[in-house]
């Protein structure tokens, strides 16, 4: 049997643009992405702790160490620069995979930069 499961999230970051005028997806900072274990064009899911707003769309790259968080295309019509969101992922795995694998939990400061541990 194959479930979905919780893979990683991005937990509490701040937007910092939001573009309309762009294809779609969210821009992430590459080397969150990279410490939460999302690959680009992964489908993602953005919960908007400001004003509730749930959404699914795709992961692109931004600039490694900016702490760019943006909302592309429509998506940038549910939240604002400032807004704080979590950006969460899945994967189908096995049923026994899943019941021993630990996801990759990111938790920035402030400034979308990773808090050493």
Not at 37 to 47: A, D, M, S, T, W
Not at 69 to 98: K, P, T
Request: charged content about 25%; hydrophobic content about 40%; glycine content about 8%.
């Amino acid at each position: 049997m194959m479930i979905q499961r919780f893979k990683s999230k991005i937990h509490r970051v701040k937007v910092t643009q939001a573009d309309l005028n762009y294809v779609g997806s969210i821009t992430i900072d590459e080397g969150l992405m990279e410490a939460a274990n999302l690959i680009e064009g992964e489908k993602v899911q953005i919960v908007n702790n400001n004003n509730g707003e749930r959404l699914e769309t795709y992961v692109i790259p931004g600039e490694r160490g900016s702490g760019v968080i943006c909302l592309n295309g429509a998506a940038a019509r549910r939240a604002q620069v400032g807004d704080i969101i979590i950006i969460i992922s899945y994967a189908w795995m096995d049923f026994e995979e899943a019941k021993s694998f630990k996801p990759s939990v990111v938790f920035p400061d402030e400034n979308n930069r990773l808090v050493n541990s």
